[in-house]
């Protein structure tokens, strides 16, 4: 089934002159095409739809996060523990704090950085918006920066003019589970003396050169939400090695509080941004299928490399060494093509599909606020915002609903 996508002719050509459909798609389908067909087989259907998305969550999980509540010992605990120790070790770093979501990570580790007025961070102009509210809500200001139409994510050829004297860090996004340039990114940051934030909200087994996403910044934030591809139901997590860092965070979510002269106390103004134990024990056994998942998610993406030949929709580039956690399978529409006519076209079929991410300096907020010539200045962003659609991508799908999600799209015009 996949050997036939690589040596069939590419219908589409890309727009970034890369090379062909079959060398953009190369890597992931050469290293995991022999993806074995993982199903969940206890996870009920609530509805008839083909969904954008649906955690994997197994009646064994939900047993776990119910002994934690018989126990009563619901507050952040051993289990939220485990997971941490669970998560550092699987992304190659000293240390992970849960947090309550993935903006609550970022959040975090602004604050643990000591950003706030007067600094600048740098972003990509197309993610979700926590991405640049996180830098709002410490009082520092986004500095857009635009995207790789290819990959949507921040094209490092455009941050170095981004930077100025007030830039404290840059805080790129791997955008849908794709790692970004990092490395480019790292470079740029350490000839500038800046910090790298990682946004890896969408990201969690993500790698760039066998290495992972989250273990390449300073610091970096995964999210826990539903949508992403493990879940505690909301949920986050901070990595870093710096342990000054991770402790502030250890503060930070807890109301401020931290040992001095080894008594504990309120040393700083602190947050309640703790994960309940109960959502640790939900979230601990989906650590363990991870990678199984992550394969079977990639087996999913090349179903639908193989079967989307509609001659206007674009399939995401993966370039060489990225290995994609298809947290989202993000395509592109042609610009002649109405995307909310494909959506109500999918929605007659059963599925749902709806826009990735936002252009950020579009939304009403920041239009206002910084009033930025978005068409001009962000033009990949403003078009990935408004051609960009998300295809149903989850463990809890069927190869047979894929390639019928597939189909439908080629039938549409
Ligand atoms: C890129 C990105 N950053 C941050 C977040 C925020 O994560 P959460 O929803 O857990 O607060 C998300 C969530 O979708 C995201 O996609």
Same mark, same amino acid.
């Given at each position: 089934?996949?050997? /036939?996508?690589?040596?069939?002719?590419?219908?589409?050509?890309?727009?970034?002159?890369?090379? /062909?459909?079959?060398?953009?798609?190369?890597?992931?389908?050469?290293?995991?095409?022999?993806?074995?067909?993982?199903?969940?087989?206890?996870?009920?259907?609530?509805? +008839?739809?083909?969904?954008? +998305?649906?955690?994997?969550?197994?009646?064994? %999980?939900?047993?776990?996060?119910?002994?934690?509540?018989?126990?009563?010992?619901?507050?952040?605990?051993?289990?939220?523990?485990?997971?941490?120790?669970? #998560?550092?070790?699987?992304?190659? #770093?000293?240390?992970?704090?849960?947090? +309550? /979501?993935?903006?609550?990570? =970022? *959040?975090?580790?602004?604050?643990?950085?000591?950003?706030?007025?007067?600094?600048?961070?740098?972003?990509?102009?197309?993610?979700?918006?926590?991405?640049?509210?996180?830098?709002? =809500?410490?009082? !520092?200001?986004?500095?857009?920066?635009?995207?790789?139409?290819?990959?949507?994510?921040?094209?490092?050829?455009?941050?170095?003019?981004?930077?100025?004297?007030?830039?404290?860090?840059?805080?790129?996004?791997?955008?849908? $589970?794709?790692?970004?340039?990092?490395?480019?990114?790292?470079?740029?940051?350490?000839?500038?003396?800046?910090?790298?934030?990682?946004?890896? &909200?969408?990201?969690?087994? &993500?790698?760039?050169?066998?290495?992972? !996403?989250?273990?390449? $910044?300073?610091?970096?934030?995964?999210?826990?939400?539903?949508?992403? #591809?493990?879940?505690?139901?909301?949920?986050?997590?901070?990595?870093?090695?710096?342990?000054? =860092?991770?402790?502030?965070?250890?503060? =930070?979510?807890?109301?401020?509080?931290?040992?001095?002269?080894?008594?504990?106390?309120? /040393?700083?103004?602190?947050?309640?941004?703790?994960?309940?134990?109960?959502? $640790?024990?939900?979230?601990?056994?989906?650590?363990?299928?991870?990678?199984?998942?992550?394969?079977?998610?990639? *087996?999913?993406?090349?179903?639908?490399?193989?079967?989307?030949?509609?001659?206007?929709?674009?399939?995401?580039?993966?370039?060489?060494? @990225?290995?994609?956690?298809?947290?989202?399978? *993000?395509?592109?529409? %042609? %610009?002649?093509?109405?995307?909310?006519?494909?959506?109500?076209?999918?929605?007659?079929?059963?599925?749902?599909?709806?826009?990735?991410?936002?252009?950020?300096?579009?939304?009403?907020?920041?239009?206002? @606020?910084? !009033?930025?010539?978005?068409?001009?200045?962000?033009?990949?962003?403003?078009?990935?915002? *408004?051609?960009?659609?998300?295809?149903?991508?989850?463990?809890?799908?069927? #190869?047979?609903?894929?390639?019928?999600?597939? +189909?439908?799209?080629?039938?549409?015009?």
């Amino acid at each position: 089934m996949v050997s /036939s996508v690589l040596t069939r002719r590419a219908p589409h050509v890309f727009n970034d002159a890369t090379g /062909s459909r079959e060398e953009q798609f190369a890597p992931f389908m050469r290293t995991q095409s022999a993806a074995p067909a993982l199903r969940s087989l206890d996870v009920v259907r609530v509805d +008839s739809m083909i969904p954008l +998305s649906r955690p994997n969550i197994l009646e064994s %999980d939900i047993e776990r996060a119910c002994e934690v509540l018989r126990t009563g010992q619901l507050v952040q605990g051993q289990h939220v523990r485990l997971l941490e120790e669970h #998560v550092a070790q699987y992304v190659g #770093v000293a240390e992970a704090k849960a947090v +309550s /979501s993935g903006t609550a990570a =970022l *959040h975090l580790a602004l604050l643990a950085l000591d950003i706030g007025p007067g600094d600048e961070v740098i972003v990509p102009a197309f993610s979700f918006v926590a991405t640049a509210n996180v830098v709002e =809500l410490v009082g !520092a200001t986004p500095v857009f920066v635009d995207i790789d139409a290819a990959t949507f994510n921040i094209d490092p050829e455009q941050i170095e003019a981004a930077i100025s004297p007030q830039t404290r860090a840059i805080m790129p996004v791997h955008q849908f $589970g794709l790692a970004c340039d990092i490395e480019r990114v790292v470079g740029i940051a350490t000839r500038h003396n800046v910090t790298v934030i990682e946004d890896a &909200a969408c990201a969690i087994g &993500a790698s760039s050169g066998g290495r992972m !996403a989250g273990s390449f $910044g300073t610091v970096a934030c995964f999210s826990l939400h539903p949508r992403k #591809v493990i879940t505690s139901g909301e949920g986050g997590l901070v990595v870093s090695n710096d342990a000054t =860092l991770t402790a502030s965070i250890d503060a =930070l979510r807890n109301h401020g509080i931290e040992e001095l002269n080894g008594t504990k106390t309120f /040393s700083r103004v602190g947050y309640n941004y703790r994960l309940t134990d109960f959502q $640790g024990a939900l979230a601990l056994p989906q650590m363990t299928r991870l990678e199984a998942g992550l394969t079977y998610r990639a *087996h999913l993406a090349n179903v639908y490399a193989e079967h989307v030949v509609h001659p206007s929709v674009a399939l995401p580039s993966v370039r060489a060494g @990225k290995r994609h956690a298809w947290q989202t399978f *993000h395509v592109l529409l %042609d %610009d002649d093509i109405e995307r909310a006519h494909v959506i109500d076209h999918l929605r007659a079929s059963g599925i749902q599909a709806g826009p990735g991410a936002q252009c950020i300096p579009e939304q009403h907020y920041y239009r206002e @606020k910084y !009033a930025l010539d978005v068409a001009v200045q962000f033009p990949n962003a403003h078009r990935a915002y *408004h051609q960009g659609l998300a295809l149903p991508m989850a463990e809890t799908l069927t #190869v047979e609903e894929v390639a019928y999600v597939a +189909s439908r799209l080629n039938e549409y015009g």
